[in-house]
Each structure stands twice: as structure tokens, then as C-alpha cells.
């Protein structure tokens, strides 16, 4: 059963690369071509979750889909698409950048606090294992100044700096709170 379930594997990373070279042809398509080649795309995306449920070719299939809505606009469906990674492949590298991306869908839907809690879902699940903590915290400050909260915004650019102070995410997070401060 070994061998078969190898064999498999290796379909499914086969099947992976078909998904994605499908994809790179529909996001660079004329706009007339789209929806044949988006046809084409989707066929797959379903065969891979059906035939690969669990494997890589389920998580590319599931990454796919939500960049295909993406670019049609649909962020709620987007954001489903990059959380069922996370929840089908929680120990994957994908999950916690699937959960930034499923955060950032939520936020161009209108929906802060899903996005909130998305971040926080990151920070939670990911915080010893992921190089992008600092930016969920960055984002986590950024939509506090926006929900008019300039004390809790100020906190989590305060844990970049504190915590992760080597990171790209630092300048930005003290320029904020220099921003923040001279406003108060």
C-alpha cells in the first residue's frame, strides 16, 4: 500500500503543476479568453480535490481557486478558498499565508473583523513557526487605526518593534507610531 499511496503522491505534485501552468495561462489571458480557459481551470481544480483530497495537488487546486476569484472580484469566495487550506493543511507552509490572504480578501470585502480574526488566527496557530507574524501585525495596527482605535493600533506596531525587531515590518510599524504620536 506504500507504493501505492507514493504513486499517488506523485500524480498529485503532476497534477499540481498542471494547475498551476493552467493558472499562469488564465491570469495572463486576453479578456475573451478567459472563460474557456477558466472552464478548462476549473475542471481541474475539482478533479484535484476529488481525486487528491489531502495531497498536494488539493492544496495548489484550493490556492488556485482562490486567486481565480480573486481576480473576478468575489472576495468573500477568495477568502473561503485560502482558509480551507489553512484548515486542510494547517502544517503546511501555505497555511499561514493563506490565512494573510484570506485576511486581506475580508478586508476588500468590508468585513474588518474577519479580517481581525484571521490575523489573530495567524499569530496564534503560527507565531513560533512563521516569518510573517510580523506583518499579521503589522496589518492587525493598521486596521485598528482605521477602525479609529490608535491605542490598540499602537500595540501591535509596538510588539513588531519589541519583538521582531530585525524585521522589514519594523520601519514601517515605527514610522506609525511616530504618526500615531504626532497626532495625539
Not at 488564465?26 to 476529488?50: M, Q
Not at 482562490?66 to 507552509?93: K, M, R
Request: hydrophobic share 40%; no cysteine.
Amino acid at each position: 500500500f506504500e507504493y501505492l499511496g507514493n504513486q499517488k503522491a506523485e500524480k498529485s505534485v503532476l497534477a499540481a503543476e498542471v494547475i498551476e501552468s493552467k493558472l499562469n495561462v488564465y491570469l495572463t489571458a486576453a479578456d475573451e479568453d478567459k472563460a474557456v480557459v477558466k472552464e478548462e481551470l476549473s475542471s481541474l481544480i475539482e478533479a484535484a480535490g476529488n481525486d487528491y483530497k489531502g495531497l498536494y495537488a488539493h492544496m495548489r487546486a484550493l490556492n488556485a481557486e482562490a486567486q481565480v476569484l480573486a481576480e473576478e472580484g468575489d472576495w468573500t469566495g477568495a477568502a473561503a478558498s485560502y482558509i480551507a487550506i489553512a484548515d486542510n493543511f494547517p502544517d503546511s507552509y501555505m497555511a499561514p499565508v493563506s490565512l494573510l490572504n484570506a485576511s486581506a480578501m475580508e478586508e476588500e470585502s468590508g468585513d474588518i473583523e474577519t479580517a481581525l480574526t484571521l490575523l489573530e488566527r495567524v499569530i496564534a496557530e503560527y507565531k513560533d513557526l512563521s516569518a510573517d507574524i510580523p506583518e499579521a501585525l503589522f496589518n492587525m495596527g493598521r486596521l485598528n487605526e482605521g477602525l479609529g482605535d490608535p491605542v490598540k493600533a499602537q500595540e501591535y506596531y509596538n510588539r513588531i518593534s519589541d519583538d521582531y525587531s530585525s524585521s522589514s515590518w519594523t520601519n514601517l510599524a515605527k514610522s506609525r507610531i511616530i504618526a500615531l504620536n504626532a497626532r495625539s
